[in-house]
Protein backbone atom coordinates (compact mmCIF):
# COMPACT_ATOMS: atom_id res chain seq x y z
CA UNK A 1 0.00 0.00 0.00
CA UNK A 2 1.35 3.41 -1.37
CA UNK A 3 1.51 5.60 2.29
CA UNK A 4 0.64 8.97 0.32
CA UNK A 5 -2.50 7.21 -0.64
CA UNK A 6 -4.51 8.39 2.73
CA UNK A 7 -3.19 12.12 2.17
CA UNK A 8 -4.08 12.46 -1.52
CA UNK A 9 -7.38 11.56 -0.63
CA UNK A 10 -7.86 13.81 2.27
CA UNK A 11 -6.63 16.70 -0.14
CA UNK A 12 -9.05 15.93 -3.30
CA UNK A 13 -11.77 15.60 -0.55
CA UNK A 14 -10.70 19.09 0.38
CA UNK A 15 -10.39 20.34 -3.24
CA UNK A 16 -13.51 18.69 -5.04
CA UNK A 17 -15.32 16.49 -2.67
CA UNK A 18 -14.39 13.54 -4.33
CA UNK A 19 -11.26 11.48 -5.99
CA UNK A 20 -11.01 8.62 -8.38
CA UNK A 21 -8.15 6.27 -7.81
CA UNK A 22 -6.87 3.65 -10.47
CA UNK A 23 -4.39 1.29 -9.26
CA UNK A 24 -4.95 2.38 -5.36
CA UNK A 25 -4.71 -1.14 -3.48
CA UNK A 26 -2.35 -4.21 -3.48
CA UNK A 27 -3.18 -5.58 -7.38
CA UNK A 28 -3.99 -8.58 -5.54
CA UNK A 29 -7.03 -7.76 -3.81
CA UNK A 30 -9.64 -7.15 -5.68
CA UNK A 31 -9.28 -11.22 -6.77
CA UNK A 32 -9.14 -12.37 -3.62
CA UNK A 33 -11.71 -9.99 -2.37
CA UNK A 34 -13.87 -10.94 -5.96
CA UNK A 35 -13.20 -15.68 -4.75
CA UNK A 36 -14.42 -14.72 -1.72
CA UNK A 37 -17.60 -13.00 -2.49
CA UNK A 38 -18.36 -15.71 -5.30
CA UNK A 39 -18.22 -17.69 -1.96
CA UNK A 40 -20.49 -15.97 0.08
CA UNK A 41 -24.32 -15.18 0.55
CA UNK A 42 -26.11 -12.52 -1.04
CA UNK A 43 -29.40 -10.97 -0.82
CA UNK A 44 -31.00 -8.18 -2.37
CA UNK A 45 -30.33 -4.91 -0.94
CA UNK A 46 -33.17 -2.50 0.37
CA UNK A 47 -33.85 1.02 0.05
CA UNK A 48 -33.92 2.77 3.84
CA UNK A 49 -34.86 5.92 5.37
CA UNK A 50 -34.98 5.88 9.07
CA UNK A 51 -36.51 2.98 9.73
CA UNK A 52 -38.51 2.01 6.84
CA UNK A 53 -36.33 -0.34 4.80
CA UNK A 54 -37.59 -1.90 2.29
CA UNK A 55 -36.87 -3.39 -1.65
CA UNK A 56 -37.95 -1.78 -4.71
CA UNK A 57 -36.55 -3.51 -7.29
CA UNK A 58 -37.51 -0.91 -9.58
CA UNK A 59 -34.83 1.41 -8.29
CA UNK A 60 -32.14 -1.14 -6.88
CA UNK A 61 -31.30 -4.76 -7.91
CA UNK A 62 -28.19 -5.37 -6.32
CA UNK A 63 -27.51 -7.83 -3.83
CA UNK A 64 -25.45 -7.79 -1.31
CA UNK A 65 -23.11 -9.29 1.28
CA UNK A 66 -22.04 -7.23 4.33
CA UNK A 67 -18.14 -7.34 5.53
CA UNK A 68 -16.60 -8.46 8.60
CA UNK A 69 -13.14 -8.81 10.10
CA UNK A 70 -12.26 -12.23 9.58
CA UNK A 71 -8.50 -12.02 9.72
CA UNK A 72 -8.41 -12.66 6.07
CA UNK A 73 -9.18 -11.03 2.86
CA UNK A 74 -12.09 -8.87 4.40
CA UNK A 75 -9.64 -7.76 7.16
CA UNK A 76 -7.21 -7.31 4.29
CA UNK A 77 -9.31 -4.64 2.63
CA UNK A 78 -11.04 -2.98 6.14
CA UNK A 79 -7.06 -2.43 7.44
CA UNK A 80 -7.02 -0.02 4.83
CA UNK A 81 -10.07 1.84 5.56
CA UNK A 82 -9.18 1.76 9.41
CA UNK A 83 -6.50 3.72 8.26
CA UNK A 84 -8.22 5.88 6.17
CA UNK A 85 -10.45 6.78 9.24
CA UNK A 86 -8.02 7.72 11.25
CA UNK A 87 -6.19 9.80 8.49
CA UNK A 88 -9.80 11.70 7.95
CA UNK A 89 -10.22 12.09 11.32
CA UNK A 90 -6.23 13.99 12.00
CA UNK A 91 -6.61 15.66 9.09
CA UNK A 92 -10.19 16.99 8.91
CA UNK A 93 -11.60 16.65 12.13
CA UNK A 94 -14.77 14.65 10.53
CA UNK A 95 -15.58 12.90 14.19
CA UNK A 96 -15.87 9.74 12.00
CA UNK A 97 -17.02 6.75 14.36
CA UNK A 98 -16.63 4.09 12.73
CA UNK A 99 -17.21 2.45 8.68
CA UNK A 100 -19.32 0.01 7.21
CA UNK A 101 -19.37 -1.60 4.01
CA UNK A 102 -20.69 -4.27 1.75
CA UNK A 103 -19.91 -6.45 -1.42
CA UNK A 104 -22.50 -5.72 -3.51
CA UNK A 105 -22.99 -8.21 -7.00
CA UNK A 106 -25.08 -6.36 -9.89
CA UNK A 107 -26.13 -9.48 -12.55
CA UNK A 108 -26.87 -8.76 -16.31
CA UNK A 109 -29.60 -6.29 -16.40
CA UNK A 110 -29.32 -4.83 -12.61
CA UNK A 111 -28.79 -1.01 -11.60
CA UNK A 112 -29.46 1.52 -9.19
CA UNK A 113 -31.01 4.45 -9.69
CA UNK A 114 -29.40 8.32 -9.07
CA UNK A 115 -29.69 8.64 -5.30
CA UNK A 116 -27.40 10.32 -2.45
CA UNK A 117 -25.90 8.22 0.07
CA UNK A 118 -26.64 10.71 3.32
CA UNK A 119 -30.63 10.38 4.10
CA UNK A 120 -32.01 13.43 4.65
CA UNK A 121 -32.03 14.83 7.89
CA UNK A 122 -29.55 12.96 9.25
CA UNK A 123 -25.62 13.21 9.19
CA UNK A 124 -24.74 9.44 9.32
CA UNK A 125 -23.13 8.52 6.22
CA UNK A 126 -20.14 11.42 6.11
CA UNK A 127 -17.76 10.06 3.34
CA UNK A 128 -18.88 7.12 1.07
CA UNK A 129 -16.25 4.77 -0.78
CA UNK A 130 -16.64 2.20 -3.36
CA UNK A 131 -14.11 -0.13 -4.58
CA UNK A 132 -14.12 -2.19 -7.87
CA UNK A 133 -13.62 -5.98 -8.15
CA UNK A 134 -13.73 -6.60 -12.14
CA UNK A 135 -11.17 -7.63 -13.98
CA UNK A 136 -10.99 -7.30 -17.71
CA UNK A 137 -14.06 -5.23 -17.81
CA UNK A 138 -14.12 -3.69 -21.25
CA UNK A 139 -16.47 -0.15 -22.09
CA UNK A 140 -19.91 -2.27 -23.69
CA UNK A 141 -19.49 -4.35 -20.01
CA UNK A 142 -22.05 -1.43 -18.95
CA UNK A 143 -22.70 -0.82 -14.94
CA UNK A 144 -20.97 2.54 -15.11
CA UNK A 145 -20.87 4.64 -12.42
CA UNK A 146 -22.57 8.17 -12.97
CA UNK A 147 -21.52 10.61 -10.21
CA UNK A 148 -23.34 14.50 -10.24
CA UNK A 149 -22.27 17.70 -9.02
CA UNK A 150 -24.63 19.73 -6.74
CA UNK A 151 -26.50 21.36 -9.71
CA UNK A 152 -27.26 17.96 -11.21
CA UNK A 153 -24.99 18.07 -14.46
CA UNK A 154 -22.48 14.72 -14.77
CA UNK A 155 -19.37 15.52 -13.56
CA UNK A 156 -17.85 11.62 -14.23
CA UNK A 157 -18.86 8.32 -15.78
CA UNK A 158 -16.66 5.11 -14.91
CA UNK A 159 -16.90 1.88 -15.54
CA UNK A 160 -15.63 -0.67 -12.63
CA UNK A 161 -12.35 -1.34 -13.35
CA UNK A 162 -10.56 -3.61 -10.81
CA UNK A 163 -8.66 -1.88 -8.00
CA UNK A 164 -10.55 1.04 -8.77
CA UNK A 165 -11.42 3.36 -5.87
CA UNK A 166 -13.90 6.34 -5.32
CA UNK A 167 -14.10 8.02 -2.52
CA UNK A 168 -16.64 11.05 -1.87
CA UNK A 169 -18.55 13.13 0.18
CA UNK A 170 -22.00 11.16 1.52
CA UNK A 171 -24.23 14.31 1.05
CA UNK A 172 -22.66 15.97 -1.83
CA UNK A 173 -22.41 14.00 -4.97
CA UNK A 174 -25.66 12.03 -6.26
CA UNK A 175 -25.00 9.09 -8.13
CA UNK A 176 -26.47 5.96 -9.98
CA UNK A 177 -25.26 2.74 -11.56
CA UNK A 178 -26.15 2.20 -15.46
CA UNK A 179 -27.73 -1.31 -15.84
CA UNK A 180 -24.59 -3.76 -16.37
CA UNK A 181 -24.28 -6.03 -18.95
CA UNK A 182 -22.68 -8.95 -17.29
CA UNK A 183 -21.89 -9.55 -13.69
CA UNK A 184 -20.40 -6.67 -11.61
CA UNK A 185 -18.69 -6.45 -8.10
CA UNK A 186 -17.88 -3.98 -5.82
CA UNK A 187 -17.60 -2.72 -2.13
CA UNK A 188 -19.60 0.00 -1.25
CA UNK A 189 -18.53 1.64 2.46
CA UNK A 190 -19.54 4.48 4.42
CA UNK A 191 -17.71 6.28 7.22
CA UNK A 192 -20.55 7.45 9.65
CA UNK A 193 -20.48 9.42 12.94
CA UNK A 194 -23.76 7.71 14.30
CA UNK A 195 -22.81 5.18 16.88
Given at each position: ???E ?14 V ?10 P ?10 E ?21 K ?36 E ?14 H ?5 N ?73 K
Open positions: MKPIYLNIVDALVQKGYILEDALDPKLSKLKDFALGSFKYAGISGASDLHLDLSRRRDIHWLDEDKGVQSEFLDFTHKLRKTLNQELYLGLCYYSHFAIYEEGDFYEKLDAFKSKNRVVTTVYYLNENWNENDGGELVIYDENDKIIRQLSPHSNTLVVFMSDRFAHEVLPAKQQRFSIAGWFRID
